[in-house]
């Protein structure tokens, strides 16, 4: 696992920009942002029978805020809400250090160097955060 | 600690030399280019010194106590006031109010000063103000419905006083704007809002937090009615800032924060309140930092300021020259020397000041990224933040090339 916390999978994964631009048909959205450092998103989540199908943002942040809400984008579609949770509970570990390789899956593994900087946790936390607020929304509808 | 003026030669400034007086500086990694000076600059060996001496000898709380040791720390807190009537050139010790900090002192004229306006009445600020000079006001606006005027930017980030007199009318009751912007480092012509104020019976605030530290002020000369400014920002201990006022305004002004210390007489019924300063210093105040503040502003009254100013200019020359080399990099404020102190904020094309930081960290370097609490003038730049480098005396040539050297690896792990 590189330690390199600028590795080429963040910075493709920021590249790529998955999800890039706001939902037409949202169930449910959510802004955010990290009075720290001025990141910010605005995520919108679409969900269908119990799935979520689609997620788009606006994000404004740093290198790792813009990989983190690309691989919501990319990863996340498809999934349960409790499946999404347990990946969101997968990268707080990792970046509390509380988490071994092998029990995170390969593709948050990436983020891990982020966990010697603390500085850095929001941003990378910060489109997890929304998404969960975005789906506390939806389900409370 | 006694001070030895004459030991300075009033032409010549060795950095290296008083690096020496800053521990931090010595016994840090080597490679520590630390340019993070705006935010907050290195303490000297003298504030903390005299902040361990004092509370190691005559620690004890001040007023009323009548053994040796309360009277030794009253006398060492007063004395503190005293030198920071001496740093300001204030007319007496009794305008200067200890706080704990920049935005405590703006914070406290906010309420104070400010519940002497009516609504409708006006208070002046500008969109290069610093969240502490920004956010009081909105709140005095929510609560006594008094009017905000915010005086425009120029395209290169300066405080358009241009538009002062057009915006000036008989309900403006204070202008308060910053001395020098944390941002772009562009100190105000404070002569043109004096005489502009006055014309409409406007009193003049100064957040003084950026500029202290490149030298004594003058709160005579500039004809100022308010400063404030932070220990902190001048070498000195945290959780310790002053506010001065003219004499007549403080007496007019009502208790703030209230209770110990601040009283007259106390019944049941109600109170009566100190004369100032006392009436403005509720509690025990931080006793050891005013020591270590005071002890600061006297060595500070000491050095040779036209030669650090020599010294940060061709510092400040050096690191504006190296990045108007660079066509991805765009400077926020003043590209030349006039009227501006050696704060330097940039923009890399595309590159996020928070990831550019973290990169230049590798390299020693330590810079700031971020809005540095100025929103509304980061966004007069189009942006969400930038990087910022910040000149102190101690700043050598090894730091600004660094930092200049380091940005080729920025671009280069970023990208």
Redesign the interface.
Known sequence: MSEELYQQAIKDLARAGHGSGRLAAASASARLDNPLCGDRIALDVRLEHGKIVAIGHDTRGCLLCRAAASWLASEVPGVAPEQFAAAHRELLALLQGAATESSVRASLLPFSPAREHKSRHGCVLLPFEALQRALTEATAD | MNFDAASFDPMSFNPQAVRAEFPLLMLADPLLHYLDNAATPQIHRSAMEAMADHDMFQRANIMRGTHHLAEAATAAYEEARAQAARFLNAATPDEVVFTAGTTAALNLVAHSFGDTLRPGDEVMLSLAEHHSNLVPWQLLRQRRGIVLKFLPLTADGRIDLAALAGMLTPRCRLVALTHCSNVTGAITDVATVVAAARGVGARVLLDGAQQVQHGPVDVQALDIDFYAFSGHKCFGPNGIGVLWARGEILEAMPPFLVGGGMVGEVTPEGSTFARPPQRFEAGTPPIAEAVGLGTVLAWLSTLPWQAIRAHENELLRRLLAGLRQRSDIRILGPVDLEARQPVVSFDIAGL????VC??LDRHGVALR???HCA?PLIRHFGL??ANRASIAMYTTHADIDALLDGLDDVVA??R
């Open positions: 996020h000041p928070h990831d973290q990169v990224g971020g809005h929103q969400d933040g792990v970023l």
